[in-house]
């Protein structure tokens, strides 16, 4: 059982982590996701496109690639992207209060409960994602948006605080 408690910013590599977590809880005022790849010319990998689009459906997976936005806690949660949005302060008390109690379910109860609940079959979709992302990290508007994005300090902490915001002057 993996439950994710988001209180910072998770982008990319990061959003794809807490979108395949079995449960997500986000500090309000303080958590932010989204999937800023579209910035830098190519599309989520490591499952990022497949399991955001069994979190929040198609149309919303779309917005949230192709609009490169950071989402903040709240709306992340109306759009099931995370479970619930909670006070940044009761975050850690919610969560592991959350978790003490599956933890004293009887033994099988949570590998029951994961059988009856299965995930989708993302066999063909990582397929499909992983020849959208490679045929785009090839293209020489990739390589030099991520080039540029470094150079301006993307991997930095200022950088990291208004990413798009960074990534979007780039490439305007």
Known sequence: MTIIKLAGMARGGGAEFVASADMTFAAIGRAGIGQVEAL??????????QYLATRVGRNRALEAV???DLYDAKTAERYGWVNRAVPADELDDIVDRLARNI???PEGVIAAAK???PP???AEGL???????????IRPAAAQLIRDGLAHGAQTPDGERDLEGLLRRLAG
């Open 127 to 137: 397929l499909r994602e992983n020849d959208a992302w490679t045929g785009q990290i």
């Open 103 to 105: 933890a004293a379910l």
């Open 40 to 49: 830098m010319g190519i599309v989520p990998g490591g499952g990022g496109t």
């Open 115 to 117: 059988r009856a609940i």
């Open 120 to 122: 989708e079959d993302l």
């Open 66 to 68: 192709l609009s490169a």
